[in-house]
Structures are given as C-alpha cells and as structure tokens.
C-alpha cells in the first residue's frame, strides 16, 4: 500500500489566501463536526488528517434526477460525482419501467463503498415530471425534503440533471468549499428579464403532471395576471447550490414568503428558474448570501435554456474553472475526455479522491480499498481554477457590499411598460 504523507494530499493553501481573507473579512467561518465513515474492521484506515489550519471539509447533498429511460447516465453521474462525505438521492421519472428503476437499485447496491457509507439513494414513489411546467420545482423541494429527514449532517444542496457531469473532482470542489462560509447560496439571477420572460410569469398555466399519472397537455388561462408588486421578481438558472439553511425555509417557512412565492409559481411556466432566485432575492436575511453564479458551464444569462455542448466546447469548458456542465449527450464521447482528463476516472469506476487507497495505475481500481476518514483530500491543480472562477463570481457580485448580493434593477424601468404592452 501506497504511504500517504502530508505533502501528496494537501493542496497549497497558499492559492486561496485571497478566498479565505476576503470570506473572513465578511464572515465568521462556521466550523462543522466532521462525519467519521464507519467501516467493516477488513478495510484499512489512514492515519493521516488535513492540516490543522486547513477548515474540516463540508458535505454536499446531491439531487440527481432524469426520464424515464436515464437510469445508466444517472448511474456514471453518480460515479463521477460520488465522495463518501456526500448525500445522494437518484430519481428517475414516474414514466421509468420499473425494469430500469430496480436496475437503478441493484447497480447502486453493487457497490460496496456505496452500502458502507449508506449514503445513496434511490427514489421508490417517484414523480411525474414535465420539464416546462412547475413539476420541476415541487421535484426539487421533495428531493432537498427527502434529504433534510434524512438527518444527515450536509451544508449544500445542489441539484443535477442526467445530462449534467462534473468538470472538476470531488476533492476538488470540496476543498474549495472548505473555504466557503456554509450560509452563502450560489444561485445564478438576474432581475433584467426581458419581455418574453414577462409574458411567461404572467401567464396562468397548469402542469398535467401535478394532478395526473399519464402525461397531459400544458394549458394557459385566456386571461393574464397583473405583475406582482408584493416582491421583486428574479430568474436564472434552475441549477442551484443552497445552503441547508437556504433549504430549510424553503421546506419549514417559518416566514409565509415561501409558500405565497411555491403558490404563484405553481401556476407558471419553468419555474424552477425563478423560485429560489426570487425567494432568497426578497429575503432580507438571505439576500445577503447569494453568490451571483451556480459553477456551471455555461453561465448563463437569464433563463435561456443551454444547447447541448459538443467536443468543441472542450477547451472552454475545461479552462472555465466552472464545477459543472450540461447538457451533455448520452454516452457522449466528450464524457470520457473529461473522465481521463479531469477526473482521472477508468471506464466503470468511482472518480478516485483522497479516500481512497488502492494501488494505482494500470486498470486498477484505487477505491476498492479506502479510508474511514474521508476528511483527506487530494485536490488537483483544478481547483486553483474553481477558486479563480469563485471569486470572480464573487467580486463581480460586490460580495463585500451586503446590499448589493441581489441585483435589483432600477425603480421606473421597462417593467411598466411591458405591462401596457399589447398581448400576442
């Protein structure tokens, strides 16, 4: 077995000097208990810990859902995603055969890491999900509902696609994050929507697949209604990374702005673009933890829809620094280039980290041997480039001005006259 020293699996603290000054100019850092693997006594432990001065890495909560015939992209997502400090729970849509659901499961339970952590999931009563509706949103709120009663002890929660993959290891991300105050929200919003978007909140549609097993039509009201004024409308992403706090009032809502906002969007087409932009937007003590950007590639502006990235857009996307990507194509080629060049991935295995402990090399797989104590990170020069893009992402957000996290636009824009604008 390979000797694991200090110098192989800690990554130079000096690259985020700026990051930590500027979050501990802002912030206190909240510091986690860190979660301890347990183990059967056959596997090998490691002695070895993260510096002292180095925070406990967090622990992420994954979503990760897909159609009905997903289950094999899901299942390379959640490799390719997978540290054993992380929570996961797979969803396929209701539509899915139970054929490709109880393969789902049994590939999850095939793992041996997997079963010793017990920290992925397979959704059993899945939903019907229809991608232009509001069935997305209530989706997302079961998934981050189902992983708060869990009771385990994560920091974000971040949502996936099956077309989604990551561009940077776990290690990666998470040594990054460890940097990160646990209450900042990375949600991509603007409020300079255009009057397309206008036109799309103030119809009234309804999704089939809130009331129906079978898929139905989308139908919208012959009549539209007046834009809100009882809060400041935002869009964005439907791609999130929120804070368990961030999630907790959007499940509990101990304030009744979550369930009037889940209310009115209910009756809107895309809505998980805005929910959670216009909801940690409007809260006056989570505005001030929203990070202008959600770390994926590309980054969008509004609420357009993202094309399906192909082998050109490789060297962009790898040198973006960005965390994620999608859309990508089902056994996409592309798939395998970021496997061997970014995530040091074989074909059929877990992206190895620092918990892991195989040999390497060859066709060996260095995570059917690992650690019980999975604060040991092995982060890649990768990360030097998430950092970079974090902290763009944050200074072009004035993240040192409280007032200035959500972007309002000015007071006497094109809002009024969108509302007076002629209908199609």
């Given at each position: 077995?390979?000797?694991?020293?200090r110098?192989?699996?800690?990554?130079?603290?000096?690259?985020?000097?700026?990051?930590?000054?500027?979050?501990?100019?802002?912030?206190?850092?909240?510091h986690?208990n860190?979660?301890?693997?347990?183990?059967?006594?056959?596997?090998?432990?490691?002695?070895?810990?993260?510096?002292?001065?180095?925070?406990?890495?967090?622990?992420?909560?994954?979503?990760?859902?897909?159609?009905?015939?997903?289950?094999?992209?899901?299942?390379?997502?959640?490799?390719?995603?997978?540290h054993?400090?992380?929570?996961?729970?797979?969803?396929?849509?209701?539509?899915?055969?139970?054929?490709?659901?109880?393969?789902?499961?049994?590939?999850?339970?095939?793992?041996?890491?997997?079963?010793?952590?017990?920290?992925?999931?397979?959704?059993?009563?899945?939903?019907?999900?229809r991608?232009?509706?509001?069935?997305p949103?209530?989706?997302?709120?079961?998934?981050?509902?189902?992983?708060?009663?869990?009771?385990?002890?994560?920091?974000?929660?971040?949502?996936?696609?099956?077309?989604?993959?990551?561009?940077?290891?776990?290690?990666?991300?998470?040594?990054?994050?460890?940097?990160v105050?646990?209450?900042?929200?990375?949600?991509?919003?603007?409020?300079?929507?255009?009057?397309?978007?206008?036109?799309?909140?103030?119809?009234?549609?309804?999704?089939?697949?809130?009331?129906?097993?079978?898929?139905?039509?989308?139908?919208?009201?012959?009549?539209?209604?007046?834009?809100?004024?009882?809060?400041?409308?935002?869009?964005?992403?439907?791609?999130?990374?929120?804070?368990?706090?961030?999630?907790?009032?959007?499940?509990?809502?101990?304030d009744?702005?979550?369930?009037?906002?889940?209310?009115?969007?209910?009756n809107?087409?895309?809505?998980?673009?805005?929910?959670?932009?216009?909801?940690?937007?409007?809260?006056?003590?989570?505005?001030?933890?929203?990070?202008?950007?959600?770390?994926?590639?590309?980054?969008?502006?509004?609420?357009?829809?993202?094309?399906?990235?192909?082998?050109?857009?490789?060297?962009?996307m790898?040198?973006?620094?960005?965390?994620?990507?999608?859309k990508?194509?089902?056994?996409?080629?592309?798939?395998?280039?970021?496997?061997?060049?970014?995530?040091?991935?074989?074909?059929?295995?877990?992206?190895?980290?620092?918990?892991?402990?195989?040999?390497?090399?060859?066709?060996?797989?260095?995570?059917?041997?690992?650690?019980?104590?999975?604060?040991?990170?092995r982060?890649?020069?990768?990360?030097?480039?998430?950092?970079t893009?974090?902290?763009?992402?944050?200074?072009?957000?004035?993240?040192?001005?409280?007032?200035?996290?959500?972007?309002?636009?000015?007071?006497?824009?094109?809002?009024?006259?969108?509302?007076?604008?002629?209908?199609?």
């Amino acid at each position: 077995m390979a000797k694991l020293t200090r110098k192989n699996l800690l990554f130079s603290l000096f690259s985020l000097s700026l990051l930590s000054l500027l979050l501990l100019h802002h912030h206190h850092h909240h510091h986690h208990n860190s979660r301890r693997l347990s183990l059967p006594p056959t596997f090998p432990t490691s002695s070895s810990s993260s510096s002292s001065s180095s925070p406990p890495p967090p622990s992420i909560a994954y979503f990760i859902s897909g159609a009905d015939t997903d289950a094999p992209r899901i299942f390379r997502l959640l490799q390719a995603a997978y540290h054993p400090r992380n929570h996961y729970l797979l969803h396929l849509d209701r539509r899915a055969s139970d054929h490709h659901r109880d393969w789902l499961a049994r590939m999850v339970a095939s793992v041996p890491v997997f079963m010793a952590a017990g920290n992925v999931n397979v959704v059993e009563k899945a939903s019907s999900v229809r991608d232009e509706g509001s069935s997305p949103l209530a989706l997302a709120l079961h998934g981050a509902a189902v992983l708060l009663k869990c009771g385990r002890d994560w920091d974000w929660f971040l949502n996936l696609d099956a077309s989604d993959y990551p561009l940077v290891s776990q290690d990666d991300l998470l040594h990054i994050l460890s940097f990160v105050p646990r209450d900042f929200n990375f949600i991509a919003h603007t409020s300079n929507t255009s009057w397309r978007e206008y036109q799309r909140i103030m119809e009234v549609t309804v999704d089939p697949a809130l009331y129906l097993i079978s898929k139905g039509r989308m139908f919208t009201g012959n009549r539209k209604r007046t834009l809100s004024d009882a809060y400041q409308f935002f869009t964005g992403s439907p791609h999130v990374i929120l804070s368990r706090k961030l999630v907790e009032f959007s499940i509990l809502g101990w304030d009744n702005l979550p369930r009037k906002l889940l209310l009115f969007f209910t009756n809107t087409k895309y809505s998980l673009r805005d929910y959670f932009q216009t909801l940690a937007c409007n809260s006056k003590e989570f505005s001030k933890t929203v990070v202008n950007s959600n770390l994926r590639f590309p980054q969008l502006d509004g609420a357009e829809s993202p094309r399906d990235l192909t082998i050109s857009d490789l060297g962009k996307m790898l040198s973006s620094g960005a965390a994620f990507a999608g859309k990508f194509h089902a056994n996409e080629a592309l798939l395998d280039k970021i496997d061997s060049l970014m995530l040091h991935r074989k074909p059929g295995t877990i992206s190895p980290g620092g918990w892991c402990l195989g040999e390497r090399g060859g066709w060996r797989d260095p995570c059917e041997l690992w650690a019980a104590d999975t604060i040991i990170l092995r982060p890649s020069p990768a990360a030097k480039t998430l950092e970079t893009l974090l902290l763009r992402s944050m200074a072009n957000n004035n993240m040192t001005s409280p007032a200035n996290r959500c972007v309002h636009r000015r007071s006497g824009d094109a809002v009024a006259a969108t509302v007076e604008a002629p209908e199609d």
